[in-house]
């Protein structure tokens, strides 16, 4: 069965400081993943995805991920995180199978002033 | 183009209720995923419909159902009610089934069971 560890529930950093988010899958085959954003009262907001090709990924507000096969990571990445990015980061595992995606539990990012 | 809608979305029932959920995906899309999140379980897939037949479900109980019809939208209904169903029931859409690598979600509808 696939799963995804995020093990740092929350995280705190300093406005204009760098950040790095982990995340560990399990997947039987090639996997799809996913990091997704959400604001509180929001829905989920897609940052960046990896299915295949360059294992850095580029995503939407300065964010990029690195897919590691031999470590079984997609650790997310930022180089200065603004007041705004604080949210919750949620890393999801999926291949087109039938068990939809499957999710993290979420990293709480914090940001200090 | 607008982005998927749900409604309500806020929820009050009492236990041994049912409830019914809906969910309009964006135009054109005709997969529509459901997921609830809590904060002890997290995000959890419940199920997807396509072209109104259910293709896959998660592992929740048969008091979770749902349905699709013909224009796509969707709803979900949680019968008898309990307290541990209070979540954040989170809908989904895209182009085709099992389509994670495209799916765009909408706001959510939190449900309260007291």
């Known amino acids: 069965a696939q799963s995804v560890t995020q093990p740092d529930i929350h995280i705190t950093v300093s406005e204009g400081a760098s950040l790095e988010l982990r995340c560990n899958y399990s997947y039987g085959a090639t996997p799809y993943l996913f990091w997704y954003v959400q604001s509180p009262g929001q829905g989920l907001q897609l940052l960046l995805k990896y299915f295949s090709g360059d294992t850095l990924v580029q995503g939407i507000k300065g964010f990029e991920a690195e897919f590691k096969r031999s470590q079984s990571s997609f650790n997310l990445r930022k180089p200065s995180v603004h007041w705004s990015d604080a949210a919750e980061y949620f890393c999801?595992?999926?291949?087109?199978?039938?068990?939809?995606?499957?999710f993290g539990k979420g990293t709480h990012l914090i940001i200090q002033p | 183009k607008a982005g998927v809608t749900q409604t309500p979305r806020y929820l009050i029932k009492t236990r041994g209720q049912q409830v019914t959920l809906s969910c309009s995906p964006i135009s054109g899309h005709r997969s529509v995923s459901w997921y609830q999140q809590t904060p002890g379980q997290g995000l959890q897939f419940l199920f997807e419909y396509f072209s109104e037949t259910q293709r896959n479900k998660g592992n929740f109980p048969g008091r979770f159902s749902g349905r699709q019809f013909s224009n796509s939208r969707s709803e979900m209904n949680v019968s008898t009610l309990e307290l541990g169903d209070s979540a954040l029931y989170l809908c989904?859409?895209?182009?085709?089934?099992?389509?994670?690598?495209?799916?765009?979600f909408g706001p959510g509808t939190r449900l309260t069971v007291l």
């Open positions: 989904a859409s895209s182009l085709y089934p099992r389509s994670v690598n495209e799916q765009f």
């Open positions: 999801a595992v999926g291949g087109g199978g039938a068990d939809g995606l499957t």
